[in-house]
């Protein structure tokens, strides 16, 4: 089990590049099941869940070949239409699977992808839009069997929540799907677009990514596409925390500023100075943060759910006080108690965290329990007093490649163990 050793208290200075999207790249590689020939995707992070993306897609049948972050996906010799639990529940996400594989093999046998630590995860949304749509979903000893004998038929869909997964699995099984589908309340995160702009490059007819309303012409077969993953703008902001919590100026190159349009303002009501362009970001920090007032995580492009870790253990140091509304999932406050024993004084109720800023976070043995809740630790032990050794790195590899490098690069004294 490796664990993170950290010396807190140095600057970071410098610049790096921005991995590409970990939630762009795994439905992206699950809708590469719909193509004809061999799918050039570039930029894709090397991660854990990337591989157990991959992992599914060879279990398929699928041709998959790595070079660094190009991958050459084919599933011409697709020729299974079930997942067996041990692949499933190495990811969540890979519930988008489904859609994938009901409308490419007209059959899909996955066990539920399950909880993960930070809610129950349900996928009723997922399930309804899909029966919408013809399929015939039978859920039996945790495991659904799903069959669209006379293929999808295109419907219209409303979702009772803008969600991310819902979206995706309904757009890529809608491709292939016979007539029009129209989701209403569909998610508009940017790996939404990403996605969409995959299957249009594949041939497909998707027309309002990115808003409220997307509509799918349903094609009779998709053929392969060179694809560039966008920026991971979850990472850009977990790199913004690390040098907000060191009181550091740090560049970050190939991010898209307008993904973090909800996420720059929190930083410079914070204190920060920013300036971007051309792909380019000019962080600046002060030597201590300004509180943030109050940060609400709502559905893109509200300020994202998966940003409120990082930027929390930030918070812990700045003057005064700051209140995170975490809206989107039930358990997402596991880093607090962490958190606390490196000195900070925060207090939960609810979806409510109250942050009384500290004059400085002490080092500690800490344990990370998810992927974000790991990043806020590195955040707080950058900016603490002391050394932390932290545990649970599974977690933060999911969906960072090579942090401790990249802050290493920066000036920061991290290293793997
Ligand atoms: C995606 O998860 C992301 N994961 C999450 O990132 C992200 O936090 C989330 O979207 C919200 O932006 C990937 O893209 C792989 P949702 P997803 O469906 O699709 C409820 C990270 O850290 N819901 O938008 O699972 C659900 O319980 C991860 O990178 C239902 O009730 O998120 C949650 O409360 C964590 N029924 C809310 O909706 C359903 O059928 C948002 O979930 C589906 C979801």
């Known amino acids: 089990?490796?664990?993170?050793?950290?010396?807190?208290?140095?600057?970071l200075s410098g610049e790096t590049y921005v991995q590409g999207a970990k939630n762009s790249a795994?439905?992206?590689?699950?809708?590469?099941i719909l193509s004809k020939g061999e799918n050039v995707i570039y930029n894709c992070p090397q991660l854990t869940d990337v591989e157990a993306s991959l992992g599914i897609l060879r279990y398929l049948g699928c041709d998959v070949r790595r070079s660094n972050s190009t991958l050459l996906i084919s599933a011409d010799g697709i020729c299974r239409s079930d997942i067996p639990h041990e692949l499933m529940r190495k990811t969540r996400s890979s519930i988008v699977f489904l859609g994938a594989v009901l409308a490419r093999t007209g059959r899909a046998k996955l066990t539920f992808p399950g909880g993960c630590e930070i809610g129950p995860r349900p996928i009723d949304l997922h399930l309804k839009a899909l029966r919408e749509l013809g399929?015939?979903?039978?859920?039996?000893?945790?495991?659904?069997?799903?069959?669209?004998?006379?293929?999808?038929?295109?419907?219209?869909?409303?979702?009772?929540?803008?969600?991310v997964g819902a979206t995706e699995d309904i757009m890529i099984a809608a491709c292939l799907a016979s007539g029009t589908t129209t989701i209403i309340n569909a998610a508009?995160?940017?790996?939404?677009?990403?996605?969409?702009?995959?299957?249009?490059?594949?041939?497909?007819?998707?027309?309002?990514?990115?808003?409220?309303?997307?509509?799918?012409?349903g094609c009779d077969s998709l053929e392969c596409a060179h694809h560039t993953i966008i920026p991971d703008r979850i990472v850009a902001a977990t790199l913004m925390a690390c040098a907000a919590a060191t009181g550091s100026q740090i560049t970050l190159k190939g991010i898209i500023s307008s993904h973090l349009a909800?996420?720059?303002?929190?930083?410079?009501?914070?204190?920060?100075?920013?300036?971007?362009?051309?792909?380019?970001?000019?962080?600046?920090?002060?030597s201590r943060l300004y509180s943030m007032k109050t940060v609400r995580t709502m559905p893109y492009p509200g300020f994202p759910t998966d940003a409120q870790a990082p930027m929390l253990a930030a918070a812990c140091t700045a003057e005064g006080t700051s209140v995170f509304v975490e809206n989107i999932f039930e358990n997402r406050y596991r880093h607090i108690s962490e958190l606390v024993r490196m000195g900070a004084n925060v207090k939960t109720e609810g979806r409510v965290a109250v942050v009384e800023g500290v004059s400085s976070l002490y080092g500690a043995s800490v344990e990370a329990t998810d992927l974000r809740g790991a990043a806020a630790l590195v955040v707080a032990s950058l900016g603490a007093d002391g050394s932390s050794d932290i545990s649970g790195v599974k977690y933060l590899e999911r969906g960072y490649e090579n942090l401790e490098v990249t802050l290493s690069e920066l000036g920061a004294e991290i290293k793997k163990i």
Not at 26 to 32: D, F, G, K, N, R
């Open 188 to 217: 508009r995160e940017p790996e939404i677009v990403d996605l969409a702009d995959y299957l249009n490059e594949c041939g497909a007819k998707i027309y309002g990514a990115g808003e409220g309303v997307i509509v799918i012409d």
């Open 26 to 32: 795994l439905p992206i590689l699950a809708a590469t």
């Open 135 to 163: 399929a015939v979903i039978k859920e039996k000893h945790g495991y659904l069997d799903c069959s669209a004998p006379n293929g999808l038929v295109g419907a219209k869909v409303t979702l009772s929540f803008p969600s």
């Open 262 to 286: 909800s996420i720059i303002p929190v930083f410079e009501d914070a204190g920060c100075k920013i300036r971007c362009r051309d792909g380019c970001m000019k962080f600046s920090a002060p």
């Open 1 to 11: 089990m490796s664990r993170l050793l950290v010396t807190g208290r140095q600057k």
